[in-house]
């Protein structure tokens, strides 16, 4: 069955979508010898798909992994970067990050800490970025000043951003240092380009330090487990993988029973 060329390269984990996208733009992937275009479509059981002028094949695709990984500030959400900082994949070992074709699910902002999904389940990682799923994150934030309630209320029920209003969004506070800031738990079910620290900003009460919590159901450090430190990731387990996968309407079949030693960096 034919398929566009950058859906299969997602499929087989060799790279998002996106990335595949950006890869088949810079010329690094040919089909039957020629250099492939966008949209293009193939059989990969009897068309021949190279990528960096190596064949791949089904059976060349490696075991699927998903992680949870605690960013730390200072870092970028994205494989590569331009300007050479440190990036997301730099926190993995080598046999993982040179050849498994992992990748972040969205980002969190350069100077934002906390979870992060990472996986080369690219056909996962497309449904979880559209937006049409509004899978909830949790976020504690200390903001400058003392936000009174008619402007938390304001929060809650939405603000303009770029001509549009933000979805409705849960906040409470969670403490108030006398002078200076206060500490909110917001849980938001879209994620525009650093949308918090805009909203902050925008009503007046900048953010001073953001940090996710969770993604739906997956918490970052949850009660009674192993501390999750700042540059450290885990496997998700099955139950995760599940969630994420229901959310997005995704068959929970095949599940990965290859499971990756935790591993501190």
Not at 86 to 93: A, E, K
Not at 135 to 151: A, D, L, M, N, Q
Not at 166 to 178: D, F, S, Y
């Amino acid at each position: 069955m034919d398929e566009r060329v950058q859906k299969i390269l997602s499929q087989w984990g060799i790279a998002s979508r996106r990335q595949a996208e950006k890869m088949i733009q810079q010329g690094r992937v040919k089909l039957n010898g020629q250099p492939v275009h966008l949209g293009q479509k193939a059989n990969p059981l009897l068309d021949r798909i190279e990528v960096d002028d190596r064949a791949i094949e089904p059976a060349h695709r490696p075991d699927l992994v998903y992680l949870l990984l605690h960013k730390p500030a200072g870092v970028v959400s994205t494989c590569s970067d331009p300007q050479g900082r440190t990036t997301v994949l730099h926190l993995l070992p080598p046999e993982l990050r040179d050849s498994q074709g992992i990748h972040p699910v969205g980002r969190l902002d350069f100077d934002s800490t906390g979870a992060l999904l990472l996986t080369n389940d690219g056909m996962l990682t497309f449904h979880l970025t559209h937006p049409k799923h509004c899978i909830p994150k949790t976020y504690r934030v200390w903001v400058e000043g003392h936000p009174p309630e008619s402007i938390l209320q304001q929060w809650r029920r939405g603000v303009m951003l770029d001509g549009r209003k933000t979805i409705p969004a849960q906040l409470r506070v969670l403490e108030a240092e006398r002078k200076s800031k206060t500490r909110l738990e917001i849980v938001l079910k879209e994620g525009r380009n650093r949308q918090i620290r805009r909203v902050a900003a925008q009503l007046g009460y900048p953010v001073i330090q953001l940090h996710r919590t969770a993604i739906g159901s997956i918490e970052l450090n949850p009660p009674g487990h192993p501390q999750l430190r700042c540059g450290e990731y885990r496997p998700l387990n099955d139950s995760e993988i599940r969630f994420l996968r229901t959310q997005v309407h995704l068959s929970s079949e095949n599940l990965p029973a290859t499971q990756i030693e935790e591993q501190g960096i």
